[in-house]
C-alpha cells in the first residue's frame, strides 16, 4: 500500500513562491510515476505536472509552465512542487498522486492513471 502525505500550503500574495512536499511511503519513487494535481472551489480537480520513477518528460498544464517545477528526491522518497510567480488562480487544495511507473506520457496527464492519493494540502493566493 502506498501512501502519500503533502505539505507546505498556505496563505501567499501574489506574485510569490511556495513548496509543496509529497512524503512517499510503501513504495520507492523509482517504482512509481508521481503526479500533482489540484481542485478549485466548484472545479474539477485538474492536471499540474507529472514525472516517472525513471526520470524523463515532465509533462506539465498549460496554465503553469515556467512557473511550477516539480521535482523528487529518491533518497528521500520524497516529491516537491516548486511554484513561483503565484496568481490567485493558483488557489487550490493541491494533492500528490501515484500510479504505476509505465504510464506513457498521455496517460500522465489523467486522474484515472493514478491509484493512490493523498489528503492534499491548501494554497492560498491573496493580498
Known amino acids: 500500500q502506498v501512501q502519500l502525505v503533502e505539505s507546505g500550503g498556505g496563505l501567499v500574495q501574489p506574485g510569490g513562491s511556495l513548496r509543496l512536499s509529497c512524503a512517499v511511503s510503501?513504495?520507492?519513487?523509482?517504482?512509481?510515476?508521481m503526479g500533482w494535481f489540484r481542485q478549485a472551489p466548484g472545479k474539477e480537480r485538474e492536471f499540474v505536472t507529472a514525472?516517472?520513477?525513471?526520470?524523463?518528460?515532465?509533462p506539465t498544464s498549460d496554465s503553469v509552465r515556467g512557473r511550477f517545477t516539480i521535482s523528487r528526491d529518491n533518497a528521500k522518497n520524497m516529491v516537491y512542487l516548486q511554484m513561483n510567480s503565484l496568481k490567485s488562480e493558483d488557489t487550490a487544495v493541491y494533492y500528490c498522486?501515484?500510479?504505476?511507473?509505465?504510464?506513457?506520457?498521455?496517460?500522465?496527464?489523467?486522474?484515472?492513471?493514478?491509484?493512490?492519493w493523498g489528503q492534499g494540502t491548501q494554497v492560498t493566493v491573496s493580498s
Open positions: 510503501g513504495r520507492t519513487l523509482r517504482e512509481l510515476t
Open positions: 498522486a501515484a500510479g504505476k511507473s509505465s504510464l506513457i506520457l498521455s496517460t500522465m496527464r489523467q486522474r484515472g492513471s493514478y491509484d493512490y
Open positions: 514525472v516517472r520513477g525513471n526520470g524523463g518528460s515532465t
